[in-house]
């Protein structure tokens, strides 16, 4: 039917009944890209996106299989322009949901929660080794990219 979604999912606010789930996929996301795994645990998600003080916002994308992907994403200032916006931290699908429109589904997600908080601007920055990443963000026509790879900072206890 033509009304129905491109993509097989539902996507939503995570609830902290999630956080398993967001922890399983950014290990995934995080082996992929070569970064430490482990420390981005349920009880960290739940501490940083649900307690007191939340750093940060998470949507997730369900289907039948349960949760197959995550946004995470907060709050993002440009000074030059003097407006708001949201800043993309993550975005990852677990292997066997990808290319079914699930990635694109988080991004516009964001871009409506963006547009609902009167937001101008959602930005992300892309390891540019990773030429999947750097088409699908091309693919979404922005209006502006600038990859950026920063150096690492790990502060010891």
């Keep these: 039917m033509a009304n129905e979604p491109a993509h097989p999912c539902s996507i939503r606010p995570a609830t ?4 398993e789930a967001v922890a399983g996929l950014a290990a995934g996301l995080h082996a992929t890209l070569g970064d430490p795994v482990g420390n981005f645990t ?5 501490a940083d996106a649900f307690g007191d003080e939340p750093q940060f916002k998470i949507v997730v994308a369900e289907t039948a299989d349960g949760i ?13 322009y003097a407006a708001r916006g949201l800043f993309l931290n993550d975005l990852y699908v677990s292997e066997q949901a990808r290319r079914k429109g699930i990635a694109s589904a988080l991004v516009h997600a964001l871009k409506d929660q963006a547009h609902r908080e009167r937001r101008r601007f959602v930005w992300w ?24 790879r920063a150096p690492a900072i790990v502060q010891e206890d």
């Design 16 to 19: 902290p009944g999630d956080c």
């Design 42 to 46: 349920p009880d960290v998600i739940l």
């Design 68 to 80: 197959v992907g995550y946004a995470l994403y907060g709050q993002a200032y440009e000074t030059a």
């Design 125 to 148: 920055v892309s390891d540019p080794q990773n030429i999947a990443a750097r088409e699908f963000y091309a693919a979404m026509s922005p209006q502006n990219e600038t990859i950026v």
